[in-house]
Every structure is written in C-alpha cells, then in structure tokens.
Nanobody, 124 residues
Framework: QVQLVESGGGLVQAGGSLRLSCAAS????????MGWFRQAPGKEREFVAS???????YYGDSVKGRFTISRDNGKNTLYLQMNSLKPEDTAVYYC??????????????????WGQGTQVTVSS
C-alpha cells in the first residue's frame, strides 16, 4: 500500500499563495489516481482536486480557477498550487490515493490511502 506524506501548509494572508506537496512511497505512483481533500473543523471532508496518471484533472467548484493540481511521476510527488487564498480555504489538507480511473471520484470513501494532513490557515 502506498504511503503518503504531505508538506507545505502554513499561515498565509487572504489573497496569498501556498504550494502543498505530497510525497508517495511504497507503491507504483503511476497506477494511482491522486487527490487532495480538505476538512475544516465541524465539517465533512471535502473534495478539492484529483489527478490521474495520464494527466486528467478535476476540481471542486469552490477552488476552480484558483487551485492547480499537478504531479511529477518521476519524483512520485503530487502538488497543489493554491492562489488567491480565502479565509474559507482554512482547513487540514489531505493527500489521498486510489487505483487509477478516468471517472470523476469525489467521495473520500473511495480513496484507500491517506496522508496525515497539513494545516492551511488563511487570515483575513
């Protein structure tokens, strides 16, 4: 099973940017659909973005046009570039993996591997 470790979270002012990274090990990175989810206190885990090994990407409505997901298959690393951050983006961000598929998968229950999460806090 793949192991995932996120990094890059922190405190940023509204309008600022952050880039999250997710390093994968212990599996064949190109066989996975990789995703980013987030969870704010008292709320359900929310789909942010996903990236298939062939480059197909999907985004949640709340982040379209501001966030960009990408992956470096040579480095076994997933990224999330977050621009124009808003206070409502404040959450713990999780990296997740599941067997690759071309369909849109937004339900966190369909992802079997998770990182420990990284906190993103956006101040107003």
């Amino acid at each position: 099973q793949v192991q995932l470790v996120e990094s890059g979270g922190g405190l940023v002012q509204a309008g600022g940017s952050l880039r999250l990274s997710c390093a994968a090990s212990g599996g064949t990175f190109t066989s996975y659909l990789m995703g980013w989810f987030r969870q704010a206190p008292g709320k359900e885990r929310e789909f942010v973005a996903s990236s298939g090994s062939a480059g197909l990407t999907y985004y949640g409505d709340s982040v379209k046009g501001r966030f960009t997901i990408s992956r470096d298959n040579g480095k076994n690393t997933l990224y999330l570039q977050m621009n124009s951050l808003k206070p409502e983006d404040t959450a713990v961000y999780y990296c997740a993996a599941r067997p690759n598929t071309i369909r849109l998968v937004t339900d966190p229950r369909e992802f079997g591997s998770w990182g420990q999460g990284t906190q993103v806090t956006v101040s107003s």
